[in-house]
């Protein structure tokens, strides 16, 4: 029988994961890679609250490992890749040919116009957008852009994660939708890149994205956590009672290496950090030495 290798992802590395998932099975045949994708908060607490068994778990938000997974669950994060946001639209979409990056916030707010973003309790991209127009309004100095934005956005429009808006786009259901710019690369979606101070994507204005925060459910029932805002960077890590430990840390050096799974994710307009990153020397030195 093949090792299988279990990994919950975020919705947003699909695609690439499918690729790289691909090339590693070529490579080792005697193993068989098993995904499943869905908005990283609600994957971390398939492992935390459910108790699905799992080897591998990658999120569009290294803190939700950080927060939801260590120390009970994993031991380690590794910071793997960046991205940003966008608003994507296709030609079908109301005001295509206008839409810009000085714009989009009027026309977002005109009659008529439909858009949407994920769920901010079980997606990172769904508290990300919200931070994106919180970050407009005080980037653009327009008092009450936010409020008056959301208060548009009917309820059904807000989705459990961020891939599904990529049909409602393309079937002419939706006008915008925000997404990560890969996503919107792999998917050939028009979209408008917005400002670095307002997208999420340059780490070097983190504590300008930090006046930004989203309250979300937190790990019980009736709880909260308020996410603040930072640059978007992608964490993965190994499950502590991982049932195929060693192929799970063939895979994630698979993944890690600058000539397999980084310049997958390079190729599909997602930047991946080379060499990847830990939070210090101790966490180095805690890795399998395979990935170290």
């Known amino acids: 029988a093949k090792d299988k290798v279990t990994i919950f992802h975020a919705g947003s590395l699909t695609v690439p994961l499918a690729k790289i998932e691909a090339d590693f099975e070529a490579l080792h045949p005697d193993i068989d890679i098993q995904r499943e994708a869905g908005g990283s908060t609600k994957m971390a607490r398939m492992i935390s609250e459910l108790g699905k068994p799992a080897d591998i778990m990658a999120s569009a938000d290294f803190t939700v490992i950080d927060k939801s997974l260590i120390p009970q669950h994993a031991d380690w994060n590794i910071r793997f890749a960046t991205n940003q946001l966008v608003l994507c639209y296709t030609d079908q979409s109301q005001f295509a040919a206008e ?70 786009l393309k079937t002419g259901n939706m006008d915008y939708a925000w997404e990560y710019l890969s996503v919107a690369v792999q998917h050939g979606l028009k979209y408008v890149v917005l400002d670095d101070h307002i997208n999420l994507g340059n780490y070097s204005y983190d504590d300008f994205y930090a006046r930004a925060s989203v309250k979300v459910t937190g790990k019980k029932p009736g709880t909260w956590i308020t996410r603040t805002g930072k640059s978007c960077t992608y964490g993965i890590t190994l499950i502590k009672d991982a049932p195929n430990r060693d192929a799970a840390v063939a895979f994630l050096a698979y993944l890690l290496s600058p000539e397999g799974g980084l310049k997958v994710l390079a190729e599909m307009g997602q930047p991946p950090f080379t060499p990847c990153r830990v939070a210090d020397e101790a966490v180095k030195a805690s890795l399998p030495p395979e990935l170290q």
């Open 99 to 168: 839409v810009n990056a000085d714009n989009w916030t009027d026309i977002l707010g005109r009659k008529g116009v439909s858009w949407g973003h994920s769920d901010p309790d079980l997606d990172p991209c769904g508290y990300r957008s919200l931070m994106v127009l919180q970050l407009a309004e005080i980037h653009t100095r327009q008092p009450g852009l936010y409020e008056r934005l959301v208060a548009g956005r009917p309820e059904a429009n807000v989705r459990p994660k961020s891939v599904e808006l990529v049909s409602l």
